[in-house]
């Protein structure tokens, strides 16, 4: 959307890649299906009115249920709310459930300035950006429900390097597949490689890279000649 409207190209919260394993979480709400995705290009319906989207749905991609929030909106300059969905979804003859919003249980929503959003306080992408920002990463966890991974993939990291106990190395933020949170130090993160076990680590970012500082015991699980690109941070409370 934000290439064909014209939008500031922005990190996503969630790294395209790490998508897969966010939706295998939902599984226990979907009949223990983890669920998948499926994309079209948002300029090929950007046009439609209300109608011929349910029309799309039904008809072309064979939809026979939707699922969407209170407060959706869709079809041209959103034209179209949920009481609409559900009456467009009965006529084609698909099911539709309208789910209420989660609403953010935090009332002082950590002395954040979210004057400018124009919700009712519920949970939302902005909501986790705008706590991201500010590097409250306890706030996060609990609009995300999970820990925010942080994803990279690596190619200009520098080495590792010993310090008595400790073992460090730094990756670019050019590596960065997703949105970090603020620049600052972070501890009880936990670093993510392949299938090895999770490693406990600390987090300091800058402006220009992602140091990570590991515990020499913790690299017992850390195989240095392992292929892989793709490197995970998870960040704790």
Known sequence: MAEVLGWEPRAPIVAKCDRSRVLATWAPYCGNIAPTEFQIEFSSVRHLNPRQFVEKLSNELKVCGVVAGENYRFGYKAAGDASELVRLCEEYGMEAYIIKSVMDK???LRNMNLSDLKDRGQVSSTRVRH???VGDMKYVSELLGRRHRLVMMLKDQKGLTSTSSKWKF???RS???NLPPKDGFYENCFLIFGNAEPVKCSVFIDST???LEIDEIGLSNYNSSQ???LMGVEFGD
């Open 106 to 108: 935090n009332k002082d």
């Open 131 to 133: 706590a991201l920002a």
């Open 170 to 172: 730094s990756i670019t």
């Open 175 to 177: 590596c960065l597949l």
């Open 209 to 211: 890279y992602i140091h």
């Open 227 to 229: 292929a892989f690109q």
